[in-house]
């Protein structure tokens, strides 16, 4: 086999969108990926239908990366969300956009995101290698090639685009970490974000499959007093649990865990004031003022979280509406405008859409996303220490590191 100019490390978002790009500057590019197929992440993303940047421009994407924004200043100046709306179009993948600026394909699957991205890099003339990369081949402090558990491959220029450590049967496990170490990069810790949350409380349990459409979910850090997130949206209660979109993003916002530092907080009726909601529980209340308080809240709640709310409530299941006094509904407004859950932990990494933590961005540019210690080798994507909320902005860090790479290589 001829020797390749550019071998990129995983066959994922960055690394295809690396080959489409370094293929196109006419250099010779191959991409080793060690699964069947490439790009097996890429079509579970948004649920099966890929939110594939967030229509916003650069500033904003830098204020939705909440680890290491400003390594992403520059590529994100060279190749903003627009060019990513662009890129596809151009490739015939039309794209729609959604509530929060969420970009998606109008066929509301990932496969044409991903069928894009694979097309291009064959017509551009990249090669596939099957392969699983095990060791970078570094001489004298410039990278020469890679060796894979079949074969060694040589080029000038190294791309690990391995992607994180979360939900490893797509691919990702984590791999890339192993290389960078190997090469001498520092590999800050590695943890799970945009995750389930793990609860004290066992009554999530109980509440399991119950899904909330239009509640605030407020996460308080205890140690400082801080609200670190607070979102209008929808959440899942689990086995375990919190889950959903207002938790996956929450989890965004936790640091070290440590018990009783976090309190979730939601809010199931964040419409009306306390004011509004007594006048409307007392309204509820007074249409059958003798009914028991286990069955009065069936117009207010659904039904899986009565059972809940009313033992939470403290309020005697069997007492009468009508013999419910005022401080005792004031409770009830209060437990249904703050319901608290004590965060124990988030679910495995495993789990996790995102990997934070990964190779230190104070060892790469940001202009090219080379490593300052090996010559000829470049990090784009998961692998990276950057990582964002929810909203397409992974995917995006994906696309502009892996532009500013393919722009130097
Ligand atoms: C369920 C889920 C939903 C998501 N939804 C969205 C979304 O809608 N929008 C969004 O912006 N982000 C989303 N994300 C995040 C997004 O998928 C990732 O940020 C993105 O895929 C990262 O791209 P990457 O190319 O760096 O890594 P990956 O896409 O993980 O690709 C890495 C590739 O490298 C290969 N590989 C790994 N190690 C080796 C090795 N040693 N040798 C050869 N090949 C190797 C893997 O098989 C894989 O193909 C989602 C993630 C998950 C898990």
Redesign the pocket.
Known sequence: MSENDVII????????FCAVQSAWLGKKTAV????KK?????L????G?????NSCDAETVMKNIPRNPSFMYSSLSRFAPEDTMAFFESLGAELKTERGNRVFPKSDRAETILNALVGAAEQAGVEFIY????KLIVEDGRVKGVS?EKAEYYAQKVVV????K??PL???????YK?ALQAGHRVTEISPS?CPIVTEERHCAEMMGLSLRNCTLTLHDDQTGRVLFSELGEMLFTHFGLSGPLALSASAHMDRITKGRYTVSIDLKPALSHEKLDERILRDFSEYPNRDFSNALKKLLPSKMIDTVVRLSGIEPYKKVNQITRTERGRLAELLKDMRFSVRALRPIEE???TRGGVDVREISPKTMESKLVKGLYF????LDVD?Y?????????FSTAYACAADV
Not at 44 to 47: P, Q, S
């Open positions: 490390i995983g066959g994922g978002a960055a690394g295809l080793i990926e060690h699964m490439p790009g097996r992440k890429l579970i993303t948004g649920k239908r890929c939110n594939v940047t392969d699983d990369a095990r894979c685009a391995t992607g994180g979360s939900y797509t691919g990702s496990t984590g791999g890339g290389l945009l996790a859409i995102i784009i994507g998961e692998v964002g929810t909203g397409g902005f992974n995917l995006q860090i994906a």
